[in-house]
């Protein structure tokens, strides 16, 4: 890889989310739904050797977003970042087993690691003190978006400042609502503090401006949803010459860069 910043998702998807960013010599994985070997095998099949990797920041307290922090720290000596309100639910909860001296952050509160910042912005997702991310390396701003809730207060600002995103494009409305979901689970991703459809998210990013050179849908649900269907959502608002990319449910993605 080269000195632009580089994303790369390793898995997105209830099923377990992982990101990679990497610029300026600094590498960091956002999210730990993935087990320690297939953290590894993924990042080396890019050609990143895990132990290179400086922090492994959490971005809330679901099993698909936090399950093997604990363990990506005891097999490889990785640095876990989160909130206080992630690290009491999980620890609650059992999920994160042993973690030894978690680095503990506020929501709205920004990280720096060397000439990488990552700004944390509390989300309304139903989980507590979750947060999504921009990482900033002093040229270039790229969002990592999942589990947002809702269209919260301030969040077009935020995506109008950024280069690249990574959006959550969970749900086709049709598809939900004629699907076999019991209906107090249809109205909780519907509400203020489930997930964005893909309308949703599509006009979120229409309305942020010209600054953005592509889009990573991810986070789609496996079975209100279909990569299909979020293209052709995103594209009736977008037009069809703004880039669009989809992070796999079960694959890496492509290289994106900025």
Partial sequence: ????????????GSHGNCYFVESGGVRLLF????TGLQTKRRLESIGVDIKTVQAVIVSHAHSDHVYYAGGLQRQFDLPIWMTSGTFQKTQAANNLGRVKEPHLFGGGETLRFGPLT???IPTTHDAPEGVCF????????????T??????????KTIATLD???IESNYDPEMLENGDYHEVLKQRIQSDQ??????EAAELLHTSGNRLRWACLGHLSAKNNRPETALETHRQILGTTFPLHIAPRYEVSEVLEL
Avoid: P
């Fill in 164 to 166: 690249g995103v990574l």
């Fill in 31 to 34: 999210d730990a739904g993935l």
């Fill in 147 to 156: 589990d947002l809730g809702c269209r919260f207060l301030g969040l077009d």
């Fill in 1 to 12: 890889m080269d000195t632009k910043l580089h994303f790369v998702s390793l898995q997105s």
């Fill in 194 to 199: 489930g997930h964005l459809s893909n309308a």
């Fill in 134 to 145: 921009v990482v900033d390396d002093g040229t270039v701003r790229l969002g990592i978006m």
């Fill in 118 to 120: 990552v700004e944390t």
